[in-house]
């Protein structure tokens, strides 16, 4: 299906503000966003507005009980100045799975890449040329009711807005694995993109931050045996040439760079175990020096680096990176397929295509 949707430009555009050699994380916005509402049960006024902000009831439903959810997805430059997304009908499938665990409305795959095609389109001037930048993309979707009782919102707002990222990690992280709070339980949320689950992550990180950590390595929620993931990024470990990392079975996000790091090493040869990992055997293949490398990937992330582990009052280096083989391979494997200096085997770069929308 061909959408209507409605574009507004802005007047001026503040691309030529920006320094591309400064651009932290999440702090810089392009100069317009997609938006679309849910009211009585359809996706309606679906519009490209300039970047603004919205106006909000007090007792908007997603403020008070966080029926909110969001992808992370970056689209790049291919080397002949083509914007390209990477997956993009996998971040849509796992919005709506979000949405589904959330009680909230599947937002059409169809109108999800239809906006994203145009809007990424409009702003490919935003996109950085800087190896490890990128434009992020944070589609999102939250309850508009406006009422106090714990129910389910009728009404929704979707957005998508962009901006150009550096690295999210710029050095190898130190990972401190909790033994006092945990990030989810089966049965709870762990597996959906949704805000409470940052939110639940911070004061734990905080106090990791306090110690000198950078982030928390989460441990399942009953033991506090088997390690989960980084919050912020799935986690993959090389024992004795062996790739391992956490099965997901309900309590961990499905990481769309997790699978295609998967599939990238075992086309390479890799073996590639996804099993429950438990933190002793992390321990022990770091005492027995089995332990090779520690890596985090995720959209933000991309492939980052783990230069310590800490657990049970014991920190563990982990041997160093200039040492890393498999961590290195993927991180140059997407990043060069993002730009097209790798071949896309699998056929995950779409370039990015518009022709749809309506002025
Ligand atoms: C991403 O990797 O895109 C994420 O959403 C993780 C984080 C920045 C919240």
């Known amino acids: 299906m061909n959408y209507k949707i409605e574009i507004t430009k802005v ?22 966003m997609f938006s679309a509402d849910y009211i009585n049960g359809e996706w309606t006024n679906l519009k490209i507005i300039p970047f603004s902000n919205l106006s909000l009831s007090p007792v908007n439903l ?43 409305p599947d937002f059409p795959e169809d109108l999800f890449l239809q906006a994203l095609h145009e809007l990424v389109g409009m702003e490919a001037g ?41 690295p999210y990690y710029p050095k190898p992280v130190k990972l401190l694995a909790d033994t006092e709070y945990i990030r989810a339980a089966h049965g709870g949320v762990g597996e959906a993109k949704t805000a409470g689950n940052y939110a ?63 599939q990238i090493l075992r086309d390479k040869g890799y073996e590639v175990e996804e099993r429950l990992i438990s933190i002793q055997e992390i321990v022990e293949a770091h005492m027995d020096g089995s332990l090779q490398e520690a890596f985090g990937t995720g959209t933000a992330a991309v492939v980052s680096n783990v230069e310590l582990i800490a657990y049970d009052g014991v920190d563990m280096p982990m041997p160093s990176i200039e040492t890393y083989k498999v961590a290195h391979l993927l991180k ?17 770069v779409v370039p990015v295509k518009r022709e749809t929308a309506k002025v």
């Not at 050699?21 to 392009?30: A, E, H, N, Y």
């Not at 993002?338 to 896309?344: M, N």
Request: glycine residues 8%.
């Open 332 to 348: 140059s494997e997407i990043n060069g397929m993002r730009s097209g200096e790798v071949e896309d085997r699998f056929g995950w």
């Open 62 to 104: 997603a403020l008070h009980y966080g029926q909110s959810i969001f992808e992370g997805m970056k689209a790049s430059k291919m080397t002949d100045g083509t914007p390209a997304l990477l997956r993009p009908e996998m971040h849509v499938r796992r919005l709506n799975a979000s949405a589904q665990r959330l009680c909230m």
């Open 200 to 262: 639940a992550s911070l004061y734990p990180a905080r106090l990791a931050m306090q110690k000198g950590y950078d982030q928390i390595l989460w441990l399942d929620a009953k033991e506090f045996k088997y390690v989960q993931e980084v919050g912020t990024m799935n986690i993959f470990f090389v024992i004795n040439g062996k790739v391992i990392t956490p099965a997901t079975t309900g309590t961990i996000l499905k990481g769309i760079t997790r699978d295609m790091s998967i």
């Open 126 to 166: 935003w996109i950085p040329q800087k190896e490890g930048s990128a434009l992020y993309i944070r589609p999102l979707m939250f309850a508009m009711d406006e009422k106090l009782g714990v129910a389910v919102s009728e009404s929704y707002k979707f957005l998508i807005v962009t901006g150009p990222v550096g």
């Open 11 to 32: 007047n001026k555009s503040r691309l030529s503000e920006i320094d591309f050699d400064k651009i932290p994380f999440g702090q810089t916005f392009s100069d317009h």
